[in-house]
Structures are given as C-alpha cells and as structure tokens.
C-alpha cells in the first residue's frame, strides 16, 4: 500500500474524486487550496490498484508544469482492510525506474565503489579468500546498470539503454584496467609445469560450467524479482551470487601476467554471466507485465522488445555452444 500525493489546481477535485471512485481506492481526502490556487490530493490506494490510478494520474496531468505526483511509503494503515491480506508488495512502473535509474549514474560513487571493490577481490584473489571475494561483489555496483539495461529495453526507452551501455562499459572497463595493471605489478603464480598450484578462487573464475549458467540466469531473475515485489533490500545476496567483478578482475590480472587462456575462460564465464542476467531480467520484467503507458509508446517498446529478446537469446545460445565445445575439447 502506498499514499498517493498530488499538487494540483483545486479545479481539479471533481476529477481526481472521479479517478479515485473508478479505482476504488482505499481512502481519499483533500486540503485546502494555497494562495497559487493549489491544494494537496492524497489517495491512499492498494498493490493492486496503485499502477491504474498512477496510469490514470499522469494522463490527467501528463503536459502540465503545475502538478505535482509523489508516491510515498506507508509502513501501517489502520484499521486492515480484508482486501489487503494475502496482498504481496508490488512496484509501479514509474517506481522502478526511479530504483533502477540509481544503478547507472555514473558519479563520483560510482567510480570510487568499483575501485575499491576491484582491489578488494583482486586481494582475495591473490590470497585464496572467499570472504574477501564475496565482501567485494557486496560492494561492486556493476549489477544496476546491466538491470537497466534488460528495463529499458523492455520499455523502448533509448535514452535508459544508453546510460546502462555506457555505465556498464564504464565499470567493467576501470575493473579491467586497474585489474590489469595490479596483474603487471604484482604477477600471479599459478604454480609450474602441468599442476596450477595458485590460488583456487582464482582458478575458479577461469571455468565455465552449465552450472555458472544457470547460477546466472537465476540470480538476474531473482533480482528482478526483488525489485518488482519492493524488497530491494535483497539485492545485496542477488549481488553476492552473481560473480560480475571476480571474472573481470581475472581476466585483467591474468593477462597482465601473461597468462592469456587462462584469462580468455574468465572472460567467456564473464560474457556468459552478463548475458544470462540480462536475459533473465528481461524474461521476468516482461512476465510481470511491466510495459510503457501509452499505445503508442507501447507499439514502439514491442519492436525493440522483438528485437533485444532474439539478439540476447541468440547470444546466450551461441556462448552455450562455446561453452560445450570447450568442454569436449578439455575431455
């Protein structure tokens, strides 16, 4: 449940009374207009309505520069209606792209995080430490921008999908580079002759299994999940089972020292995690029905929809087919 705020012309009520009815939203009331002629509207509206009546909302005030829309949290609402029990939580469209949005600014904290986070599992790479290589996957903020991505796709937005290609680029890229150059100066051991005797976190990173795959596709569902059903909060574990930054940092610190096949298996266990996370998402996103507002918007989102599903799909296959063969050829 959640309470829905608008600042609006007091000319409005009529209208906004009309909505609230038609949606039968749990409770509505109105204070009394400001000296510019506005009046704050509050709705207190269910899970299950708040999408229709925020649809509804924004066709009333879509080209207008004096309303106001905010969608605030509602910790308890007394007394419980019947209706609300057995409801699950669930986010607007409008919602999550506010929280997926976060994952691709690419600031000052962007760019700090995947530093440190980068040296972090590059540390407990080298030094054989799971908790290390975990508490940096924790920290690393390379999930959001490849969450959006699947979004913004799904909802035709260029301009989101842009952001996330570039945010995307951009992380994995400073991981790479400074992974690199730790590879140069600090130069991995994996052991001599046939036995690799380094570190086996490292070793890891450089396998790809139908296991990983899954792991993959599993962990950009349930992060999609989490964020579609309002618990956010669990994206810190999606963020520990998905392994983004360990194969990067691999890859980088491996062919810094060197070690070039070793360093093209994590980049194929890295290719293959973006690519089952992204289709993951894109599969729940489009299963719990998040799609544009308008016909028209929604027409244009159905092509690009077509075409990044099929494109991921394919690729997904293809590095499926790369994985097998690989396999064999180990055997």
């Known amino acids: ?19 609230a009815d038609q ?16 009046r704050s509207f509050r709705m207190l509206v269910s899970d299950r309505d708040r999408q229709p009546v925020m649809d509804a909302l924004q066709s009333l005030f ?40 976060k994952g691709v600014r690419m600031d000052s904290d962007f760019f700090l995080l995947t530093l440190l986070s980068t040296i972090v599992a590059a540390i407990g790479l080298i030094e054989d430490s799971v908790a290390v290589v975990i508490g940096a996957m924790v920290i690393a903020p390379l999930l959001g921008p ?26 994995i890229g400073l991981a790479f580079l400074l992974s690199f150059g730790l590879g140069v100066v600090w130069p991995v051991d994996l052991g001599r002759g046939e036995m690799l005797l380094g570190s086996r976190e490292l070793l890891a990173r450089t396998e790809v299994g139908l296991d990983g795959m899954v792991l993959a596709l599993a962990s950009g569902a349930a992060a999609v999940l989490s964020l579609t059903t309002g ?11 998905v392994a983004l930054l360990p ?29 089952s996370v992204i289709t993951a998402a894109k599969l729940v996103f489009m299963a ?20 990044a599903g099929l494109f991921w799909a394919a690729l997904l296959l293809v590095l499926l087919v790369v994985v097998y063969v690989k396999r064999q050829l180990v055997l």
């Open 1 to 19: 449940m959640r309470l829905i705020e608008i600042v609006a012309d007091a000319g409005h009520t009529d209208t906004l009374s009309g909505i």
């Open 23 to 38: 949606h039968r939203v749990a409770d509505f009331w109105w204070g009394s207009p400001a000296e510019d002629g506005r």
């Open 62 to 101: 879509g080209s207008s520069d004096n309303a106001r829309i905010l969608v605030l949290p509602v910790d308890a609402s007394l007394p419980r209606g019947p209706e609300e029990a057995g409801q699950s939580a669930a986010s607007t469209r409008e919602e999550l792209y506010n929280e997926i949005e």
């Open 146 to 171: 490849h969450i959006a991505l699947a979004f913004g796709s799904t909802l035709g937005d260029g301009k989101l999908v842009l952001r996330a290609l570039r945010a995307s680029f951009s992380g």
């Open 231 to 241: 618990l956010s909060s669990t994206l810190v574990g999606v963020m520990v089972a």
């Open 247 to 275: 194969p990067t940092a691999t890859m980088g610190m491996l062919l810094g020292a060197g070690h070039i096949e070793l360093a093209g298996g994590a980049l194929l266990l890295l290719a293959v995690n973006i690519v």
């Open 288 to 307: 719990k029905g998040v799609k544009p507002r308008t016909w028209l918007e929604r027409h244009k989102a159905r092509q690009s929809t077509l075409t």
